[in-house]
């Protein structure tokens, strides 16, 4: 019966990105190892974060209230809405402490090969935020992947009448990034995106 228990919990983490089936073995293991200074914290961490935690109706963020943080703190910039794929896109943008409006979680990406299209991202909501008198631009911040590019141009397309800038984040070579190690793909883009100095 432990055995079973053991591979029960095993075949849950395996679903977790990043982790196959012998990563989630390890981890289960190293859990049993550390049982009660490790194992049921984390099992309690997680039973408080599936009660409490929830997306906000305004944006799509994850947090304990509704509307969430961000949404509420009324020294954000109302003028501007950074559209983005997902939450974890929202802590590295906050990380970065580099942009102070609101976002708009899409919940994805479009993708013809996994069958996901307009109907399933949040997309009705951004049209009528970004139709809002306030807002003057709308930033996509899509990965830059076929599928993220394509959902920027699709929400392009969708909000050239709302009379609202809309921008991208730029493309190209990174801080600190050394030509002879990017991507032709990279170097191209920043080829076509350079400025004048």
């Not at 997680?46 to 961000?70: Q, S, W, Y």
């Not at 609101?102 to 991202?121: C, K, N, Q, W």
């Not at 141009?153 to 990034?177: E, F, K, M, Q």
Request: hydrophobic share 45%; with cysteine.
């Amino acid at each position: 019966m432990a055995a079973g228990e053991l591979d029960r919990a095993m075949q849950y983490l395996a679903k977790l990105p990043g982790l196959g089936p012998r990563s989630a073995r390890r981890a289960i293991l190293h859990l049993m190892k550390r049982r009660d200074s490790l194992m049921i914290p984390l099992a309690d961490a997680l039973r408080v974060a599936a009660e409490r935690i929830k997306p906000c109706a305004v944006c799509g963020n994850l947090d304990t209230t509704d509307p969430c943080a961000i949404c509420a703190d009324d020294r954000r910039d109302g003028t501007s809405l950074c559209v983005i794929q997902d939450v974890a896109d929202i802590w590295a943008l906050e990380r970065a402490s580099g942009f102070k409006g609101r976002y708009h979680v899409l919940g994805g990406v479009l993708s013809a090969l996994d069958g996901i299209g307009p109907e399933d991202l949040n997309l009705d909501s951004l049209i009528v935020r970004a139709a809002a008198p306030e807002v003057t631009e709308v930033i996509l911040a899509m990965n830059a992947t076929v599928d993220g590019q394509t959902t920027a141009h699709y929400i392009a397309d969708r909000l050239s009448n709302c009379g609202v800038r809309i921008t991208r984040l730029a493309h190209g070579v990174p801080v600190g990034g050394e030509l002879d190690y990017l991507d032709d793909g990279t170097l191209a883009q920043a080829l076509r995106a350079r400025q004048n100095v």
